[in-house]
T-cell receptor, first 111, second 116 residues
């Protein structure tokens, strides 16, 4: 799996958009970009994933650059409950799809 | 639809004892994964089942760990004998398998294991 790089932490104000960056410059053509988050010590929660195109679901939007070397997870209206560690993971899907978690980025949403 | 469930949520045992963790995947999911996080470290992959077969057990730390998935449904992870360094949170995840276009893993709440 390609290595991903995320800043260690960031914060944002409640109600504002949180834009979480991720670099994956060595990603291969058939690796997907997945985002998970971990709130306190709960199990990692799936957020969104994408290959080339931008994606949106009820939780977030994922913007992938045209060269696929970086991406941004957007939480459009952050709430206090979004405070968590967010993991960006580049991975194949299929038979050998184990996830490689890094340190992630700690998002702190302030009131 | 029920998510991935794990039992127990917490376990405190003494060094040298045996502990068995259980994971029930989402119904119909062929893939089952075990991960763990030891304190201060990142979440690490342990092993991967496809139905009842071990697809990849490259992350298993040593032969004190034994994972099974008889019948391809729930899985157990046994630690025998437990050592202090086995303390941590053990997560189970499941995914649909090859039938899915992309194979997203969904995680359970974890079992927190403390070895004294």
């Amino acid at each position: 799996d390609a290595k991903t790089t995320q800043p260690p932490s960031m914060d944002c104000a409640e109600g504002r958009a949180a834009n979480l960056p991720c670099n994956h410059s060595t990603i291969s053509g058939n690796e997907y970009v997945y985002w998970y988050r971990q709130i306190h010590s709960q199990g990692p929660q799936y957020i969104i994933h994408g290959l080339k195109n931008n994606e949106t679901n009820e939780m977030a939007s994922l913007i992938i650059t045209e060269d696929r070397k970086s991406s941004t997870l957007i939480l459009p209206h952050a709430t206090l409950r979004d405070t968590a560690v967010y993991y960006c993971i580049a991975t194949y899907t299929g038979a050998n799809s184990k996830l490689t978690f890094g340190k992630g980025i700690t998002l702190s949403v302030r009131p | 639809e029920a998510g991935v469930t794990q039992f127990p949520s917490h376990s405190v045992i003494e060094k040298g004892q045996t502990v068995t963790l259980r994971c029930d995947p989402i119904s119909g999911h062929d893939n089952l994964y075990w991960y763990r996080r030891v304190m201060g470290k990142e979440i690490k992959f342990l092993l991967h089942f496809v139905k009842e077969s071990k697809q990849d057990e490259s992350g298993m730390p040593n032969n004190r760990f034994l994972a099974e998935r008889t019948g391809g449904t729930y899985s157990t992870l046994k630690v025998q004998p437990a050592e202090l360094e086995d303390s941590g949170v053990y997560f189970c995840a499941s995914s649909q398998g090859l039938a899915a276009l992309t194979d997203t893993q969904y995680f359970g709440p974890g079992t927190r294991l403390t070895v004294l």
